[in-house]
């Protein structure tokens, strides 16, 4: 099943997207919210007369980096032996055909496409055989980066959370199962040209271990969202690029970068 959130007529609302063809979707509203059992309207509008939001609104977004050998390779980092956490901000969020605002303090702004699992119930010290029970579904993710400013800071709370570095969407797909999500294909094109190109199943930690890793420390929320990783391939954006993050059985999302205003 994919649960979009999307706003209409000034009002918010979450909904199945149900359809084949892209020009053919529509929205079943959902009563309620998503994360308990929940009943459909039987109310349905077009995809195309919606805006779609970002299908979650985290607490918080846990990100871990350097998770495929080959993209630490490329910018000269070791390969952890243990995951490697970061945060980024609520406000970093952002969602499908919103705008990367390229900040006024980095001269180097990359991409990084990543598989993102969203959280479905409150949990903390997760077994690694229950892992499957907390999770919602996945979506996609872009952990927009100011590179240069990472390079020179060793905390990376400006470099990975300024505002609209964490695009999220089109919508979450709660369809696939723990060994589906671990061998996917993940892409990024920026104007159409291919930039990355990996499967989730070069992830160095699984999924399993991330969230093992992440709620022995702290509570997971429902909403909540995981960055499990970007594969090699990641580089500069510019003001007027028009960035896709495809994932396998989950759809895409696109952003346009713009000067922050």
């Known amino acids: 099943m994919r649960i979009a959130r999307f706003s209409i007529d000034g009002n918010v609302a979450f909904g199945t997207v149900e359809g084949d063809k892209p020009d053919e979707l529509v929205l079943d509203i959902i009563k309620g919210i998503p994360f308990a059992d929940f009943e459909l309207s039987g109310t349905k509008v077009p995809l195309s007369k919606v805006r779609l939001l970002p299908p979650v609104l985290p607490n918080k977004v846990v990100a871990f980096g350097r998770n495929y050998a080959e993209h630490a390779r490329e910018l000269g980092n070791e390969v952890p032996d243990t995951p490697f956490a970061f945060f980024k901000p609520s406000t970093s969020v952002i969602g499908p055909g919103d705008e990367i605002r ?23 010290e997760v077994p690694r055989d229950r892992v499957k029970d907390v999770i919602f ?98 580089g500069p954006l510019t003001v007027g690029d028009e960035v896709a993050v495809t994932i396998e059985g989950i759809g895409t999302l696109t952003n346009k970068v713009v000067k922050r205003g």
């Not at 900040?103 to 990084?112: G, I, K, Q, R, V």
């Not at 400006?158 to 089109?170: E, M, Q, T, V």
């Not at 709660?174 to 060994?179: R, Y």
């Open 102 to 124: 390229y900040p006024s303090f980095t001269e180097d702004l990359h991409h990084e496409a990543e598989l993102a699992v969203v959280i479905g119930r409150m949990c903390r």
């Open 137 to 234: 579904g996945y979506t996609c993710a872009n952990d927009v980066t100011a590179r240069d400013v990472q390079k020179r800071e060793k905390q990376w709370a400006r470099a990975k959370g300024f505002d609209s570095s964490c695009p999220l969407g089109p919508w979450v797909e709660t369809g696939l199962d723990l060994a589906a999500a671990g061998d996917l294909t993940i892409q990024l094109t920026v104007n159409g040209e291919q930039r990355q190109l990996g499967r989730t199943s070069e992830m160095i930690h699984p999924i399993e271990d991330l969230i093992v890793n992440i709620s022995e420390a702290m509570t997971l929320l429902p909403g909540d969202v995981i960055l499990t990783g970007t594969p090699a391939g990641v």
